[in-house]
DNA sequence: AACAAATATCGTAATATTACGATATAATCT
DNA sequence: AGATTATATCGTAATATTACGATATTTGTT
């Protein structure tokens, strides 16, 4: 009937896949990107930076949000996004063991 | 409205989107992790393993098959699936890079 | 207070994903 | 040849994602 299955799954599996989601479309990994590229959080003109419209862009940002790989901090008027360290560490952490761990058997 | 923009991003961009997305789902992952577990190829009975039926999982093993990361090779009346070493270094590669290259400000 | 700027949310349309039963296909066995 | 087994594909329903215009919200400015 096509509502995922997560409850079958172990928690890790699901968070993997749920971080691996959040990095699955190109415009979330442009703002990975150009967040990590500047090199101070006074970031909030990615809507410039990217061929989305604002609503799409603040979508896109919602789900990194969600993800918790980025956090917003209220900087007067607008919004300075960065990269969320700590959680950003520990997907980090998750993914690169998990793509270790794959082995190959021929 | 809707379909995806791919164009207006780099290859390697959608590339990592393309492979985050073959891991956004949890079954998929699953499948990975019991193909690196048998250290053989004899590999013909995830359906036994996963929680869905078995259109569902042939659906999944074709995303994986078409993302490139696994292989099917006939073998007899069934079918032998392994991980793709190759495809699996680069993709492990190429997220790895991703993954160290996204720097925090703070 | 009125206005402007930045961002989020709502509503909605198009498309994609997930899931499964039914059926097709292909290889082996009797 | 006919039956059996393994896997893929089709059809279809439910749900999720992507995209954007319009509008709301929040904050700073005049």
Redesign the interface.
């Known amino acids: 009937m096509g509502l ?3 409850e ?3 928690a890790r ?2 968070q ?3 971080l ?11 703002i ?2 150009y ?2 590229k ?4 006074i970031c909030g003109d990615i809507v410039d930076q ?3 419209s604002q609503a799409t862009v603040s979508q896109h940002l919602a789900a990194l949000k969600q993800a918790g790989l980025i956090r917003g901090n209220i900087e007067g008027a607008s919004i300075s996004y ?4 700590k959680a ?1 560490n520990e ?2 952490e998750l ?2 063991h ?9």
Chains 1, 2 share one sequence.
């Open positions: 995922s299955k997560k079958s799954f172990s599996q699901n993997l896949a749920d691996a989601r959040a990095l699955a479309h190109p415009a979330r990994i442009a990975l990107e967040l990590s500047q090199n101070a959080c990217l061929p989305l960065c990269i969320n360290a950003w997907a980090k993914l690169s998990f793509l270790v761990t794959i082995k190959q058997c021929c």
